[in-house]
């Protein structure tokens, strides 16, 4: 229990980032928590309509949950918390 509060706050923290308060996809602005969600395995975080968008890739490409009404596992929470829309922008955009 203590490790997954310890990640639960460490994923609100990762959420508060600047560069994680907008869309990896189309840049539109996150105001709450509650309007995050991320790609686990890109390590982004983006919003409702593009977690649709991303869903509908299948969970291959795009594994999509909420940063506040989804469970998150420690495997999971530590991929994405390596990653960051930042970060994600970085790699993708030097390719």
């Not at 997954?4 to 990896?24: E, W």
């Not at 395995?41 to 909420?66: F, T």
Request: with cysteine; charged share 20%.
């Amino acid at each position: 229990k203590a490790q997954a509060h310890a990640y639960t706050l460490a994923l609100r923290s990762f959420a508060d980032d600047a560069c994680n308060r907008k869309c990896a996809d189309c840049g539109v602005a996150l105001p709450a928590l509650p309007d995050c969600w991320a790609s686990v395995n890109l390590g982004v975080v983006v919003c409702l309509r593009c977690a649709g968008a991303h869903r509908a890739l299948g969970s291959g490409v795009s594994r999509i949950k909420s940063l506040v009404y989804d469970e998150w596992d420690v495997p999971m929470a530590e991929k994405l918390l390596q990653g960051g829309n930042e970060r994600a922008r970085q790699r993708y955009l030097a390719h």
